[in-house]
């Protein structure tokens, strides 16, 4: 257990709780006073906050970034639907088994993967994913190129609604847990310096595998509700390159390693996307890139992380006049 | 008809993908040079590809320019484009983490995408330049990639003499090598970024015009591109220029022939597969020396 | 086990290195080298630029594997266990240029070695008490790095007593730090020794101070072990005197 | 240190409170924006929604069919709209319609967007995924979804009972290019298989293969291919290897040209090429020059088909070539047959709604699945699935820069040039064959494109294929 003092937000439960419960509140009863449009709005957005947030889980807190990504997102959808389809077993049921085997994969590709480090992890694990998404196409085992449809039968936008924001809370919820656990410290430090961390006896290896694994499950979680929105799965859409550098985007613009970051960087990126992707489709890459281009030249910590380093700033001069 | 011999085959695969190849080799040693000097991965390498392609395109439309003869096109504004991203964007993140860099050209490469496709459709372009092939016997050799191929030689040629028979070259070099010691010889770092980053998109943009030659591009292209540097670049060793040439030339040779054993929708994976094995067993690439 | 019979015979060998070869793509660092490092027992370790010191640290801490040779912790041979393995069985270390975390504040530095070093309560005190130890208590919040070198190089020692250690590899501990400062070092390492039963072997190029503060001296050059012996037997040694070039030493 | 932890404390919930605050205003500006959208717009209006890959891999197939759909109803509401027996009126129709993208999950979320803006009627995106992703929401939602554009049958062999096809299902494309082929004299007996790895074509292949077979022809290479993939030498140097007199194959647009200019490349003789899609657009011919010459496509439609001696005739358009000039005049460009199918599946909803007399999607589907009628497009008919029986492919072939329709010989307007060998084999010098045409987009979106015109379009303009000639 962590000794509270040396946390640098300590637990105020009532301050620190209420906006997260509140905004979740919000969310559960919007079905019930938006219109379905807007609800449809919602649930892509938080399918987005849910990818972005499991991007971060691995990314955030250690600083490897993850160019293959999307692979768990689409091993998550394929678990699920095959599983959905050939066990006939509930879909929550079918969505966790996609989540294990999107983790399965991680743990099973962690070992030569996670040795690699900077640019060569990223490109090996953008590889990885274009790699699974050809054999994936070519495999008649997934149906290769035509993929799957989820049936009308479960055609459900609302429980859809309701699915997706489980998984979005339940993964917000998990990075919360994760930063103030043992692993946290253990990633926070692998993050900073590993040689350092692996010298004070921390397993960096282990403490990397677990957070790539449960990054995966809960990218394999999302991946499956939102298989079950979409209602189709081929392996174009499963393994599409741009929802890992829209993850990558979101979870910047936000702040990478924060747990606000990511949402913020979903809430906005995302209503770009939809508003300019609705009336002028080119337009929002170009948003899009000039965003990207200058949250790095100006705020590289992202929107989360240049408010904490500022706080962290008042707060070293106030520890300064005090000592 | 007449029926090519398999042994005639097999060594026609083998000039094609050698000849291939070089191309792809050349296409690498662009992002190569970027990576050894400044430790930049530029994820837009393939958008400034498609640059060049939308010049020559544009040049032979406009002017009925030969994509070979817009090479004088495109090189200097390959050159200038790269100066000119350097001084902008590129030199501001140089000593950040690489992180930094990485999602810069990352955004660059997403606004290149949209402003190409916003100003000109996804709509595919190609140069009605029609080569024929020289036959050997039962081999034949296509003309449009046998120029490919004598570009990338004489590309390859031309920076070996910059490498070793010039002062920047030497001070690039210098700086891949060793950056410190570099700049206490006194290398202005900054200057040898800034030329290697023109060169490395003069190159780019270059392959850009000869691409034209071969296939139709669209503004959507350009990521295909990056993933194909990337491999070879992997394969060849970050930052280690003549191994982006036998990187290249490696996967041109086993991606054509392994299409005797392989459906040609495998293809593409056979790169991958071939890369993520060679990062596990040997990260400094196939040429074999670190750094 | 034959380790707890080699334990028995030699109580008060606590580290045994046990003719650890190095090589790097053909370059000899280390050629044969052997040391024991007793109980409570401080243990100079010297020589010029590129004696393999620094390789020796690395083999033992095991962030480097040796070509061939062992190393044994109190009878456990651990030679080629993961830097993180042969921390948590009682081996700290520091490094020469100070790698703290830097984004953390100096106790959560130490309190992070804390609940990862041994895995038990630190034998030396709470993450808090290490700070004053070491002399960082009005520095505790800052974050690592806005300290100064000499602020590192306390931020090393801590982090390395945070996790317990029954021995600590010191490499130049007192370089960056004032003469009143390394004074200061010399002292506490002894007091540490003593206190807390540790071990230390201690890398330091400023002799001066090294010779006062440790009980025996072992000198390496270019990967061979050329002299040991007390530190005043060590200083006068023709060898040592020669790899020297011109008596530095004194 | 407890003034400085508790000020972080505050500061996390305000941060939380941001975040719930951003939610919000976001929340409240998409209601703002999106009220009068929503607002029932009650019967004055038939509202019809869509989305089309404007961008993406689909994009320029997209573009083409939003062409064909959004002249439709510039026709139908200056023509004072599609009269309703129900409401006794006519109604103008409006269109919503957003980009998708070609991605899957756009096309859910904006299916799922559109059935709450009180669409009557859905139209599918172009290509079969993409139909395949809006048709579920469709069904769920008892909306008429027309295909125009997604031809693979697994689209009515899920059961879907409001999915309504007014092309010839993909099983259907390569028949009589196969058909003809049996007729040629001399009669080619290896054929080689080339297609794309993707549902559309996956679909073809699988019909075309055991047809071919029972023909009689032999099939010396058969491989699929990346649609991506940038060269595809290598295989067609096994290709040519293999004896293959003909090859069938392709999938969509930019593929099928850079196959064409492989070909080229490496001197490959072959009697015949038969691409899917790629030489059906007029791009095909400025892109590639002479290099076009002798390659057939099948076709859903070509301008030079006239229906309108059959009857009952539906629709203000008599014939192709009407439907060309029309289009020409509008956007400045050739249509494909993708824009005629797009514009054709406008007049079949408009038939249906006149028939049936009302706006309901169930009864206009009831209504649909009687009808059987014809269209400057040609024949419409479905089967109990929804699946398009009626209408015939033909085949076409490009000859001196001109598409002609080489079979069924019913409909021909030129004889097949064939074997069209001789075309394929270029002099081993540069030689531009043809002005490039280029089509400038301002603004980048679903608004008209303007032609920098040259000669290649003057040529294309002026190929009066008169319908008397048929």
């Known amino acids: 257990m962590l000794k509270g003092y040396l946390l640098v937000h300590k637990k105020n439960f009532v301050r620190d709780v209420v906006p997260w419960v509140g905004a979740l509140v919000v969310l559960a009863f919007a079905p019930y006073f938006v219109s379905a449009s807007l609800r449809s709005f919602l649930l892509f957005l938080l399918m987005w906050i849910a990818l972005s947030q499991s991007f971060n889980i691995f990314t955030g807190l250690t600083g490897y970034v993850n160019f293959g990504f999307v692979a768990f997102y689409g091993l998550g959808g394929y678990g699920m639907t095959m599983t959905l389809l050939s066990l006939n077993i509930p879909i929550y049921a079918a969505m966790v088994i996609g989540g294990v085997i999107s983790s399965l994969f991680a743990f099973a590709i962690s070992w030569p993967t996670l040795r690699l480090r900077g640019a060569y992890f990223a490109i090996a694990m953008l590889s990885l994913a274009q790699a699974l998404f050809v054999i994936f196409d070519n495999w008649n085992f997934v149906n290769s190129a035509t993929g799957y449809t989820i049936p009308v039968k479960y055609y459900d936008p609302v429980l859809q609604y309701y699915y997706m924001l489980a998984v979005a809370a339940v993964t917000v919820l998990c990075l919360y847990v994760i930063m103030n656990s043992r692993l946290g410290l253990a990633l926070k430090a692998i993050k900073q310096n590993e040689e350092t961390a692996v010298s004070i006896g921390i397993n960096a290896t282990f403490y990397k595998a677990v957070a790539f694994g449960i990054s995966a499950f809960f990218a394999g979680l999302a991946g499956g509700a939102a298989t079950w929105t979409i209602t189709i799965i081929d392996p174009p859409s499963a393994f599409d390159t741009t929802i890992t550098l829209t993850a990558i985007s979101m979870s910047m613009l936000g702040g990478l390693g924060t747990i606000a970051g990511p949402i913020i960087g979903a809430v906005i990126l995302y209503s770009i996307e939809h508003y300019f992707g609705l009336t002028l489709p080119y337009l929002h890459l170009i948003v899009f890139g000039i965003i990207i281009i200058v949250v790095v030249l100006l705020i590289p910590q992202g929107i989360m992380g240049e408010i904490i380093s500022r706080m962290k700033k008042s707060r070293r001069q106030e520890v300064g006049e005090e000592g | 008809m007449p029926s090519v011999l398999p042994g005639a085959l097999v060594a026609e695969l083998f000039i094609l993908g050698l000849m291939y190849g070089l191309l792809y080799g050349v296409l690498a040693m662009g992002l190569t040079i970027v990576f050894g000097v400044m430790k930049v991965v530029n994820v837009a390498h393939g958008d400034f590809v498609i640059i060049g392609s939308y010049l020559s395109y544009w040049a032979f439309v406009l002017a009925g320019i030969n994509p070979i003869l817009s090479l004088l096109l495109t090189i200097p504004f390959g050159f200038l484009l790269g100066a000119l991203t350097y001084l902008g964007l590129i030199r501001r993140v140089q000593n950040s983490p690489e992180l930094m860099s990485l999602f810069l050209t990352f955004g660059i490469s997403t606004l290149i995408g949209g402003l190409l496709l916003f100003f000109y459709s996804p709509t595919q372009r190609a140069v009605p330049v029609a080569l024929g092939s020289i036959e050997y016997g039962s081999l034949s050799i296509p003309v449009n990639i046998s120029i490919a191929a004598a570009y990338a030689i004489a590309v390859a040629i031309a920076l070996r003499f910059f490498f070793y028979r010039t002062y920047w070259g030497k001070a690039v070099r210098a700086v891949i090598d060793n950056r410190t010691s570099a700049i206490l010889v006194g290398i202005n770092p900054d200057m040898v970024s800034l030329k290697s980053f023109g060169i490395g998109i003069a190159i780019a943009s270059s392959v850009g015009s000869i691409v034209m030659l071969l296939q139709s591009i669209s503004p959507l292209s350009g990521p295909d591109f990056t993933l194909i540097s990337f491999v070879i670049v992997v394969l060849g060793g970050l930052g280690n220029p003549p191994g982006a040439l036998v990187g290249g030339v490696v996967l041109g040779v086993v991606e054509s022939l392994s299409s005797l054993y392989v459906n040609a929708a495998m293809t593409p994976a056979i790169g991958f597969i071939i890369m993520v094995i060679v990062l596990i067993l040997r990260p400094q690439g196939i040429m074999g020396s670190r750094g | ?142 974050e690592a790095g806005m300290l100064n070198v000499s602020g590192k190089k306390r931020l090393e020692v801590a982090r390395a007593l945070a996790t317990s250690p029954d021995v600590l590899l010191l490499d130049e501990i007192a370089a960056g730090m004032s003469p009143t400062e390394g004074e200061w070092a010399v002292r506490f390492m002894e007091k540490m020794s003593q206190s807390y039963d540790l071990s230390i072997i201690w890398v330091e190029h400023v002799m001066r101070l090294l010779m006062k503060g440790v009980h025996r001296v072992v000198v390496l050059d270019h990967g061979v072990k050329i002299a040991e012996g007390r530190p005043e037997e060590v200083v006068n040694d023709e060898k040592v005197q020669q790899a020297y070039l011109g008596g530095k030493l004194s | ?350 038939k249906g709604i ?57 409909v021909a307007t030129a004889t097949p040039l064939y074997p069209a060998s001789l075309q394929m084999q270029q002099p081993s010098t540069l030689s531009y064959s043809g002005q490039g045409t280029t089509s400038l987009y301002v603004g980048g979106v679903a608004s008209e494109s303007y032609m920098l015109s040259q000669s290649t379009h003057a040529m294309l303009a002026v190929t009066p294929t008169s319908p008397d000639r048929e």
């Open chain 3, 1 to 142: 086990m034959t380790g707890v019979v080699a334990d028995n015979a030699q109580r008060d060998t606590v580290l045994d290195v046990s003719l650890v070869r190095k090589n790097f793509a053909g370059l000899v660092a280390l050629d044969g080298v052997s040391l024991q490092l007793g109980r409570k027992e401080i243990l100079g370790l010297i020589g010029p630029n590129g004696a393999g010191k620094s390789t020796l640290f690395n083999i033992i801490a095991g962030t480097l594997k040796p070509t061939s040779g062992t190393v044994t912790f109190r009878g456990r041979n651990i030679t080629g266990l993961p830097p993180n393995r042969v921390c948590r069985l009682g081996i700290a270390r520091t490094y020469q240029i100070p790698k703290p975390f830097l984004d953390m504040t100096v106790l959560e530095n130490v309190y992070i070695a804390e609940s990862f070093g041994s895995g038990r309560d630190s034998k030396v005190g709470t993450p808090a008490e290490i700070c004053d130890l070491v002399g960082l208590k009005d520095k505790m919040h800052l």
């Open chain 4, 1 to 350: 240190m407890n003034r400085s932890t508790r000020r972080a404390i505050s500061t996390m919930a305000v941060v939380g409170i941001v975040i719930v605050l951003i939610i919000v205003v976001v929340a409240g500006i998409y209601i703002a924006t999106l009220k009068p959208k929503s607002t029932p717009t009650g019967p004055s209006v038939i509202t019809i929604g869509m989305t089309m890959p404007l961008s993406g891999t689909f994009a320029s197939d997209g573009q083409m069919s939003l062409n064909g759909i959004k002249l439709w109803a510039q026709d139908v509401n200056a023509s004072g709209g599609i009269p309703v027996k129900s409401l006794g009126k006519s109604l103008p129709v409006k269109l919503i319609y957003y980009d998708d993208g070609s991605s899957a999950s756009t096309v859910a979320t904006d299916y799922q967007t559109l059935v709450t803006q009180n669409v009557s009627f859905l139209i599918a995106p172009y290509s079969s995924p993409l139909t395949l992703a809006a048709a579920p929401i469709a069904e769920a939602n008892h909306l008429l979804l027309l295909s125009h554009g997604g031809a693979s049958d697994s689209i009515w062999a899920k059961g879907y009972k409001y999915v309504v096809g007014v092309l010839s299902p993909a099983s259907q494309y390569m028949i009589p290019v196969i058909d003809m082929l049996a007729n040629m004299n001399p009669k080619p007996t290896n054929l080689a298989f080339f297609f794309g790895q993707d549902p559309f074509s996956l679909s073809v292949m699988s019909s075309v293969e055991p047809y071919a077979l029972s023909k009689g022809f032999k099939i010396v290479f058969n491989q699929t291919y990346q649609e991506t993939a940038t060269d595809f030498t290598s295989q067609l140097a096994q290709l040519q290897a293999s004896g293959a007199q003909v090859l069938i194959g392709g999938a969509h647009f930019t593929d099928g040209e850079t196959i064409m200019k492989n070909l080229q490349s490496l001197g490959i003789h072959l009697n015949l090429v038969s691409l899917l899609v790629a030489p059906d657009d007029p791009h095909f011919l400025s892109d590639l020059g002479s290099l076009a010459n002798g390659v057939t496509v099948p076709s859903q439609w070509e301008p030079n088909l006239n229906f309108s001696q059959f009857s009952p005739y539906f629709g203000n358009i008599t014939s192709g070539q009407q439907f060309y000039n029309r289009f020409m005049t509008a956007y400045g460009i050739a249509p494909n047959y993708e824009a005629a199918e797009a514009y054709a599946t406008g007049l079949v909803l408009e």
């Open chain 4, 354 to 410: 006149i028939d049936s007399g009302s706006l309901n999607s169930t009864v206009v589907r009831q209504q649909l699945a009687t009808e059987n009628f014809y269209t400057f497009y040609g024949h419409f008919q479905i089967d109990s699935t929804g699946k398009q029986i009626g209408h015939t492919m033909v085949v076409a072939q490009w000859q001196s820069g001109v598409k002609q329709t080489i079979w069924p010989s019913s």
